[in-house]
């Protein structure tokens, strides 16, 4: 597939009419492409449990994060409502001793890592399975598809693609350059490499060195700026070989800047509202990572349960990988 | 044990004294009982998916949960920064016809299904592993044992002890009495009646049937008010199996009202600040529970991964059981 | 002017044609009755200011408040980012021995003691000065009429009008009964009581007695539930009179239960998107008002300025009356 | 007075025994330098009232704050609860045509034009008045100088001094330069060329022209970097004239950087905890200023009242100026 730059609007109701979901699940479906992930799935993910030992993939969720501000998303607030200073100083009120610390949280559930939501993301209005949109996600949240309906679903075989050390460079560190396109080819060749398969039900994790560089060198622009990540015409590939969800270690999980002259996450307008894909971002992969690249094993047991906020489009989550 | 019912300081003394888990695990430790959940155990755990077929054991968040405001406890405020209405009317400048909606969360830690950190409670000023609980927690968060450092572990073997099917009235749900003390008899009964086995690493959810009826009669008190729970005197059966963590289907872990005349919430005060036992509360059992008398089986994989919000003395979660 | 309480929609179009201010200040007016408020009103204002005595006319803004979660409205959290506490254990890594204490909010701006902005409320799908609701009033807030634009203005001349103890039952407390509906010919009957006129450009302050019921004898049901209030039939009094703004003390200023059959505050929708005028609830007038009682002088200088919070459809409000 | 800069502990305790105020109004006193705010001063101040126009000195409060992270201070996060959009589309259900629109706020008391409460800075671990910092602002909140004291009192003559116009160089705009340290003897000139006294009772407003350049070219790091302000040696001057309160239009009032080698906003920690003294900042004198200039009236009618959050530090108030 080859992208005339000057044509978003062309390129999108392509891809959106060649790789629609929409109805495949009937017209109640509140699940997108995790309807792919059934049990057979989930037992052929946990006979990959070898070692047992895990691995969390999540950012740790405090000021310190990657956003400032963009569309009023903050970093997460964390405050204290009682705290040991407090007991040791005998403030609380408690009996026989017992002291007691509580805590409170204030942030966008986009602001760390995350699921996004089938309510997230709308193509001419329209939201998964050809719904309008204004119908779905209104002022009280995402009415049909909150994110609170995968809860119990979003377990089962996990396959790494670390895109960065299998295509990257091999001088230095295994890290994408930002703006770099990862396509469909890559993605084939990156699983050769590693000696994996992908398919249907999988829900594959894509590499690209980005958060590495963020931690070592600032966030910069990080969220929201330039950063490697999948190409429009990975379009083809996501539908085709029927995974259930696919996560990035970037901010918006495909290439930035975008590959139109002119356009806004381009590749979420089709995966998200036409094709019901789950989609993950601002992964931390480095660990699981270096393990795979250790053992030369890139498959494994993941468990990503977004948390079930109702109406949500989206779910901070702490995905635990286990191989 | 036998308990005085006046004597709620030389009890929480003399458990303290005698299951602390001070130093088991170093002087370091961040981990408490979750230490005991070891790779081998993930590997049991894992291989108990048979089926494949998944449940979560979360509420989901939003405003009709538990709370009515006690120590500052709201529940979950879950407000849109876009939504689909906008979208449709074309009111956020995107291009190509891509819009979007994305939203916020405001929520005490302790709102809903959840996990107490190590942080959370103290004996006499005294944090796990022995600390200054004013050295632990500060306005800042926990600076030690924050629930980050559990974000990688919390996944392997999980056991449901329904003691409200097996010790309940026959007559009826399948619920036990406000004010019900679970004693280590009924545990111990539970498993056997249920053919299970619990010990050393295992993640032990027990189910009084509080929630359901909560669910079916209102709220009401639920959130600190009359629960059953586990007896005080459970302490030594919860440091001589050596289980990795417990939770229930209740606010407060314990019974309601507790044991002594005046107390609150004793057994907080021995097992988490003294023996290191990572507890959950507010679990939704129900489901699961259901398949477990369906088919017998009360051993499963489990995944409840909390967020690692840096210095959180407890985190929400989604825990999910695969069976 | 006599009800039909069977035809809201009837006498909701009637109204709000006879006393619509559409297009009075010109198209682009974002002010509505605050334009009555000119500078000869407030120097007529500030020559009250007689004997130098000020008087706070807000409830506190804590849990212990009104709100019970209605259409996610809560009461105010109010949390530490830093504390004494900290401070005097030395947690806080500051010289010199400077210490410090840090807080944050979260709350509804119609949580308590505030001002309705003009964005509050739509009459089928038009806003203030016959604009539409969708053009006005997005997720990011009011684009037009937000109350930033007031910031200045809410400084002029008082007038209490306090028809619990002019109008209410000899017997008792100085309090009117709920579902007392206030008349115009209640208002005009308690400023001749007083002695005091009403008229262009004031700020008028009804007393009602009911959040001082509140305060001896609980919330109970008082956000949102019956209450003393204005009438519907006040409309033309309120457009007659050529007021700049008028508050309450209680949750919704008009009577409830409202005086059709199937209604929602029928009033709000004739004077805010209609008339153009500011609203103020919860209210607290009772120290005021004893102090009017006592010196026979109900007119006073008036500042109850919102915080201007870009494109808010409210602001909380410390009213503060000077005679 | 000349400073030591190698010596802050030796100036500061030297100047915290020099301008205590401590034990002045009473131990139970929770004003503070607003005790001299009397009703003469009030009545002094409202014949102030000339012309009737009026002045608000906020700066809005959204994401274009001047907020960074520092100590988790963000800017205010504004979300909607209902929206005209929503209403427009009848996603409410409300009767007779009637829609509204809500939101909600989530803010550090700090982080725009607020006054510092008299519990938000302490000394050697004493707050106010000479109590032990760790009983007065715990988790819970300012359990005894919490803002909401001072809800009804804040209104009197207000005094501005442009410093920038009277001091600063003549060439371009009215504006100090960063590091500038205001000396008693500028404060003093001031007034001298503005033709108006400062005394017993005043609320005293510094314009340095830092927030218009902030506002011209960005708010760079206005938020706690280097800024004009007061000198620690105004501190004599603060306590002498017993002026009630002061503001002004910089992030932390006193000079940036600090006037000592190694130090921390050395002139909070005499004047809040010692004297007790109403401190402001992040005010926008702008508008008046530019009044006053033309028409050469430095005093005014200002009321200034926080919002009685209850235990509050600090609140973000919208200062309103009549002349």
């Known amino acids: 597939m080859s992208l005339d730059r000057?044509?978003?609007?062309?390129?999108?109701?392509?891809?959106?009419?060649?790789?629609?979901?929409?109805?495949?699940?009937?017209?109640?479906?509140?699940?997108?492409?995790?309807?792919?992930?059934d049990e057979a799935k989930r037992r052929e993910g946990a006979a990959l449990v070898r070692r047992g030992v895990s691995f969390s993939l999540s950012q740790r969720f405090d000021m310190n994060g990657p956003q400032k501000g963009w569309r009023r998303r903050t970093n997460p607030?964390?405050?204290?409502?009682?705290?040991?200073?407090?007991?040791?100083?005998?403030?609380?009120?408690?009996?026989h001793g017992i002291g007691g610390a509580d805590d409170v949280i204030a942030m966008p559930l986009q602001c760390s890592t995350q699921w996004d939501g089938l309510g997230h993301i709308f193509d001419h209005g329209k939201a998964w399975n050809g719904r309008d949109a204004e119908k779905v996600v209104t002022s009280a949240g995402d009415l049909v598809t909150g994110i609170e309906h995968m809860a119990p679903y979003v377990a089962g075989r996990g396959v790494l693609l670390d895109v960065a050390r299998a295509i990257g460079d091999d001088d230095g560190e295994p890290e994408l350059p930002d703006g770099f396109a990862i396509t469909a080819e890559h993605l084939t060749a990156t699983a050769e490499a590693h000696g994996v398969s992908v398919g249907r039900g999988d829900i594959v994790l894509v590499r690209t060195g980005r958060l590495a560089r963020a931690r070592r060198d600032g966030w910069g622009d990080y969220a929201g700026g330039d950063a490697p990540g999948l190409s429009f015409t990975t379009a083809g590939w996501l539908h085709r070989t029927e995974i259930a969800a696919i996560a990035t270690d970037t901010w918006g999980f495909e290439v930035r800047p975008n590959e139109f002259d002119h356009a806004f996450q381009p590749?979420?307008?089709?995966?998200?509202?036409?094709?019901?894909?789950?989609?993950?971002?601002?992964?931390?992969?480095?660990?699981l990572a270096a393990d795979c690249a250790d053992d030369g094993v890139y498959e494994f047991w993941?468990?990503?349960?977004?948390?079930?906020?109702?109406?949500?489009?989206?779910?901070?989550?702490?995905?635990v990988a286990v191989k």
Chains 1, 2, 3, 4 share one sequence.
């Open 77 to 95: 607030v964390h405050t204290m409502l009682d705290t040991g200073t407090d007991a040791a100083l005998g403030n609380q009120g408690f009996p």
């Open 302 to 319: 993941l468990t990503a349960a977004p948390l079930p906020i109702t109406g949500a489009v989206g779910s901070p989550v702490n995905p």
């Open 267 to 287: 590749l979420h307008q089709i995966v998200i509202p036409n094709m019901g894909l789950l989609i993950g971002e601002m992964w931390d992969l480095d660990a």
């Open 6 to 37: 000057h044509d978003p609007e062309g390129a999108i109701a392509e891809a959106a009419k060649a790789y629609s979901n929409w109805g495949r699940w009937g017209e109640d479906d509140v699940l997108g492409t995790l309807n792919f992930l």
